[in-house]
T-cell receptor, first 117, second 111 residues
Framework: EAGVAQSPRYKIIEKRQSVAFWCNPI?????LYWYQQILGQGPKLLIQ????????DSQLPKDRFSAERLKGVDSTLKIQPAKLEDSAVYLC???????????????FGPGTRLTVT | LAKTTQPISMDSYEGQEVNITCSHN???????ITWYQQFPSQGPRFIIQ???TKVTNEVASLFIPADRKSSTLSLPRVSLSDTAVYYC????????????FGGGTRLMVKP
């Protein structure tokens, strides 16, 4: 079974530039998550999709971050414009189901390391 | 706002049993407790999940008291390859049941 795929693995941009990350979840997984992990901290959930609908995006900085999952499979996360404090690893995860109460194992991708200079 | 509380770090030696405790005072009635392991430059990996009492798999055991306000991950006979960060994950009623990772516990296993 193929795992969660993410690209690119690394990205360096200057502040105020835009960047996009792509995620392909495990086939058949209805739920997709995007996390931000700042060095030395635990992952912070940014947004959760159930199929192509948003379940929770309360911690997504919507003035600069956007995410979509148009066909209920792949997802993209965009930052526009980037700030220095956006430097982090962006992790994508998927699970078979995944109500807000959890109960379903999340499978994580390798992440995209973003450096904003 | 603290979601879960774990020790920042722990040291152990090969062959010992390691117990990592997580406090989650605001756990919601329907929430599960899940533990993940993370190596450097990798995404977290699921270890174990439970709702109450005790759960055991081939890797670890999870002990949850009746009040469910804490949980303990037990790793039997650790090896050097168990050196990693361990996260406790629960839903939280006060934050609208948002999935939240704790700060994690950095486990260092020494020879």
């Amino acid at each position: 079974e193929a795992g969660v795929a993410q690209s690119p693995r690394y990205k360096i941009i200057e502040k105020r530039q835009s960047v996009a990350f792509w995620c392909n979840p495990i086939s058949g997984h209805a739920t997709l998550y995007w996390y931000q992990q700042i060095l030395g901290q635990g992952p912070k959930l940014l947004i959760q999709f159930q199929n192509n609908g948003v379940v929770d995006d309360s911690q997504l900085p919507k003035d600069r971050f956007s995410a979509e999952r148009l066909k209920g499979v792949d997802s993209t996360l965009k930052i526009q414009p980037a700030k220095l404090e956006d430097s982090a690893v962006y992790l994508c995860a998927s699970s078979i189901m995944g109500g807000l109460a959890g109960g379903y194992e999340q499978y994580f991708g390798p992440g995209t390391r973003l450096t904003v200079t | 706002l603290a979601k879960t509380t774990q020790p920042i770090s722990m040291d152990s030696y090969e062959g010992q049993e390691v117990n990592i405790t997580c406090s989650h005072n605001n756990i919601a009635t329907n929430d599960y407790i899940t533990w993940y392991q993370q190596f450097p430059s990798q995404g977290p990996r699921f270890i174990i999940q439970g709702y109450k009492t005790k759960v055991t798999n081939e890797v670890a055991s999870l002990f949850i008291p009746a009040d469910r306000k804490s949980s303990t991950l037990s790793l039997p006979r650790v090896s050097l390859s168990d050196t990693a960060v361990y996260y406790c994950l629960v839903g939280e009623r006060n934050a609208g049941n948002m999935l939240t990772f704790g700060g994690g516990t950095r486990l260092m296993v020494k020879p």
